[in-house]
């Protein structure tokens, strides 16, 4: 078990529709960091938070936004979704404002249909 | 569990062999390196990582090797056994903090 927990475990849902998924980083670490993987992309990162303040963005569509509060747990927001958004997405957490060193929890997976 | 990946190039090994997975990477401005373990239904698990001014670094049964000449970093398994099959993915973290994953590469270790 890493201590990073993320719910939902796995998500339906319809094209056109909007999602919220929810990480909880371990206890203690300041930065969360969000992943998409999916077969024909691998994994990707989307974009990282420290202490409540966006530090790093990746491929992260316009479609998609995240946020971390004052918990310093951390939403990811999903909307007009697409076939293609079909992925498991990963939240990581870490103590530093590093990503090499980051802890993955179990993952999202998001089927749009 | 899920499935990660129906096409990834596969590694079969004898239980008690050693394990070799390569990674070629892109970026000459990458400070980290990192290896990951996924296995199925999970998510990725920290292995080991190397700093762009070291060549070698060991761990428990693994060792890294990184040749910056030729981009290529390289994860060794001593003594591979069951619980090692899973897919492994090597990163690399440029200025930023954005990791970038490899392709990954999925090991099988027979009886």
């Known amino acids: 078990d890493s201590g990073v927990t993320q719910t939902p475990k796995h998500l339906i849902t319809a094209t056109g529709q909007r999602v919220t998924l929810r990480c909880s980083p371990r206890?203690?670490?300041?930065?969360v960091y969000w992943y998409q993987q999916s077969l024909d992309q691998g994994l990707q990162f989307l974009i990282q938070y420290y202490n409540g303040e966006e530090r790093a963005k990746g491929n992260i569509l316009e479609r998609f936004s995240a946020q971390q509060f004052p918990d310093l747990h951390s939403e990811l927001n999903l909307s007009s979704l697409e076939l293609g958004d079909s992925a498991l997405y990963f939240c990581?957490?870490?103590?530093?404002?590093?990503?090499?060193?980051?802890?993955f929890g179990q993952g999202t997976r998001l089927t749009v249909v | 569990g899920e499935s990660v990946g129906l096409h990834l190039p596969t590694l079969s090994v004898q239980e008690g062999d050693n394990s070799i997975i390569n990674c070629a990477y892109s970026?000459?401005?990458?400070?980290?390196f990192i290896w990951y373990k996924q296995e199925s239904g999970k998510g990725p698990q920290f292995i080991i990582d190397?700093?762009?001014?070291?060549d070698k670094r060991q761990g428990q049964r693994v060792t890294v090797l990184l040749n910056k000449t030729v981009k290529h970093l390289s994860l060794q398994i001593a003594a591979t056994q069951p619980g090692d099959s899973a897919v492994y993915f090597c990163?690399?973290?440029?200025?930023?903090?954005?990791?970038?994953f490899g392709g990954g590469t999925r090991v099988l270790v027979k009886p």
């Open positions: 990581a957490s870490s103590g530093e404002d590093t990503a090499s060193r980051a802890f």
């Open positions: 990163a690399e973290k440029a200025a930023g903090n954005k990791l970038t």
């Open positions: 190397i700093r762009s001014n070291m």
């Open positions: 970026n000459s401005a990458s400070d980290y």
């Open positions: 206890s203690g670490d300041l930065s």
